[in-house]
């Protein structure tokens, strides 16, 4: 599969309206889907146990997406066999009092993967662009000074804080990984009567889901803003078709695993001294059988 169709070119002018919620399908049956996911996540692993072994690099993964897009199946399968100690999750809601009196990447930093981990930010920073540019009244509880919270440009240099923060992380060896679940209002729809009509979901549903769609269109233009604004080539965001929660999977961890071989990493060579440590070693335990 091509990936990079879904990349985000930097600069690029998006139009979420002519980008795809849902494509063909790349598996033939369900066996099929589970054959790839899994050859995937065997990959995946073996990368990312190079990945701590080398303990160079951190890997961060960003998802953002509409209600029901799928993000909690999209990590929760493609990262399915990584080795947990190796890997972070995180989800950002409401920021508390101790994060509101910080700027507004702060809550985040100190959740960073560390190096020869694989982070991963189920919502992020990028809430601050995003939600915030939809309810603007969320900026009054922020305590910004007026110049700043009435400056009509405020939104812009939230792009470059954001861009800034990013080239930074990947100066320190932070490979950034960014990825919106284009999903459709319609399919959205159903998913959310699925909710409510299978006793199981239940639990999933809020009414909070439901008032927060009819801001869809606000939420379209805020993505398309903040897709073009901050995708860059060390920090690419990429628009996965979410209409099909199997395809959008199966993308996803196509990027990941190109992602982790791009660092050519392998496991740390053993020095020739350290070999001949070993053999003694070797040595020394089958002389205690």
Known sequence: MNVETFRVGEGEKVDLGARPTVVPPIYL????????????????????????AHDTYAVLLVFQAMDTAGKDGAIRHVMSGVNPQGTQVFSFKHPSSTELDHDFLWRTVASLPERGRIG??????????????????????????????????????????IRDHEEHLHRNGTRIVKFFLHLSKEEQRKRLLARIDDPSKNWKASPADIAER????????????????????????????????????????????????????????????????????????????
């Open 120 to 161: 991963i930010f189920n919502r992020s920073y990028y809430e601050e662009v995003l939600v915030v540019r939809v309810h603007e009244s969320i900026l009054e509880a922020q305590r910004l000074p007026d110049s700043i919270a009435e400056d009509k440009s405020i939104w812009d240099k939230r792009y470059e804080s």
């Open 29 to 52: 049956d369900k066996k099929d889907y589970k054959k790839q996911l899994n050859s995937r996540v065997k990959h995946l692993r073996e990368m990312q146990e190079k990945l701590y």
């Open 214 to 289: 009819k801001f869809w269109d606000d939420y379209m233009q805020a993505y398309q803003h903040c897709l073009g604004a901050t995708s860059t080539a060390h920090a690419p965001w990429y628009v996965i078709p979410a209409d099909d929660k199997k395809n959008a999977r199966l993308f996803v961890s196509q990027v990941v695993v190109e992602t982790l071989k791009s660092l050519n990493i392998d496991y740390p060579s053993v020095s020739p001294e350290r070999l001949d440590e070993l053999e003694e070693s070797r040595v020394a335990l089958l002389a205690d059988a």
